[in-house]
T-cell receptor, first 113, second 113 residues
Framework: KQEVTQIPAALSVPEGENLVLNCSFT??????LQWFRQDPGKGLTSLLL?????REQTSGRLNASLDKSSGRSTLYIAASQPGDSATYLC????????????FGSGTQLTVLP | DGGITQSPKYLFRKEGQNVTLSCEQN?????MYWYRQDPGQGLRLIYY???????QKGDIAEGYSVSREKKESFPLTVTSAQKNPTAFYLC????????????FGNGTRLTVT
C-alpha cells in the first residue's frame, strides 16, 4: 500500500524567504500527485496537479516537481508572504481510482512578518 | 460562484444518535467523495461515488452510509455503529475520478459526546 510522508511536520520561515516543502511516496508507479493548501478549520484548496508524465507544474510563485524514480515531490514557494501560512498537503494517486489516492499528513508552514 | 457547500459547519450529537452531514456541489462534477480528517493524520476515504445512484466503500466505511440520488448531492450519515465519530469531515468532488483535481468543501466538525 502506498505511503506518503511529509517532513517536517512544521516549518517557520521569515517573510521573503524561498522555501521547499517535501513529499515522499513509497510506490513510484504513481498516476498523479496533487498539492493542496489547508487553512485552519477549512477545506483543502488544490494548488497544483502533476501527471505522471510531467516533471513539474508552475502557478505564480509556486512550483511543484515530481521525481518518480526517487519517490519524491517538492513544492517550491518563492518570496514567501505571511498569507502563505497554512498547512500544505500532498496526495499521491496510484491509479485513476479514489481508493488509491493517499494523502500525507501535511507540513504546517508559518511565515513570520 | 461554483463550489461545494457543506452544512452545518459545526454539529454536536449525543452518543447513540445518527446524524446526517450535507454536501452539495454546483460544479457539474460526476465524482464525489467523503473524507475524514483526524489531528496529525492524512485524510482517509469513507465513501465515493462516480455517478448518480452508485457509490463505493472507501477505506473506513464501517459505521457510515451515503446516498447519491442527485448529481449535485452526496449526504453522509454517521450512524451509532461508528465507534469514534468525532472528527472533521470533508466532502470533495472532481470532474471525473482522480485524474482531475479535487475540489473540497469547508468541512463539518462533528462532536459526539
Amino acid at each position: 500500500k502506498q505511503e506518503v510522508t511529509q517532513i517536517p511536520a512544521a516549518l517557520s520561515v521569515p517573510e521573503g524567504e524561498n522555501l521547499v516543502l517535501n513529499c515522499s511516496f513509497t510506490d513510484s508507479a504513481i498516476y498523479n500527485l496533487q498539492w493542496f493548501r489547508q487553512d485552519p478549520g477549512k477545506g483543502l484548496t488544490s494548488l497544483l496537479l502533476i501527471q505522471s508524465s510531467q516533471r513539474e507544474q508552475t502557478s505564480g510563485r509556486l512550483n511543484a516537481s515530481l521525481d518518480k524514480s526517487s519517490g519524491r515531490s517538492t513544492l517550491y514557494i518563492a518570496a514567501s508572504q505571511p498569507g502563505d501560512s497554512a498547512t500544505y498537503l500532498c496526495a499521491a494517486a496510484l491509479s485513476g481510482s479514489a481508493r488509491q489516492l493517499t494523502f500525507g499528513s501535511g507540513t504546517q508552514l508559518t511565515v513570520l512578518p | 460562484d461554483g463550489g461545494i457547500t457543506q452544512s452545518p459547519k459545526y454539529l454536536f450529537r449525543k452518543e447513540g444518535q445518527n446524524v446526517t452531514l450535507s454536501c452539495e456541489q454546483n460544479l457539474n462534477h460526476d465524482a464525489m467523495y467523503w473524507y475524514r480528517q483526524d489531528p496529525g493524520q492524512g485524510l482517509r476515504l469513507i465513501y465515493y461515488s462516480q455517478i448518480v445512484n452508485d457509490f463505493q466503500k472507501g477505506d473506513i466505511a464501517e459505521g457510515y452510509s451515503v446516498s447519491r440520488e442527485k448529481k449535485e448531492s452526496f449526504p453522509l450519515t454517521v450512524t451509532s455503529a461508528q465507534k469514534n465519530p468525532t472528527a472533521f469531515y470533508l466532502c470533495a468532488s472532481s470532474l471525473r475520478q482522480v485524474g482531475s483535481p479535487l475540489h473540497f468543501g469547508n468541512g463539518t466538525r462533528l462532536t459526539v459526546t
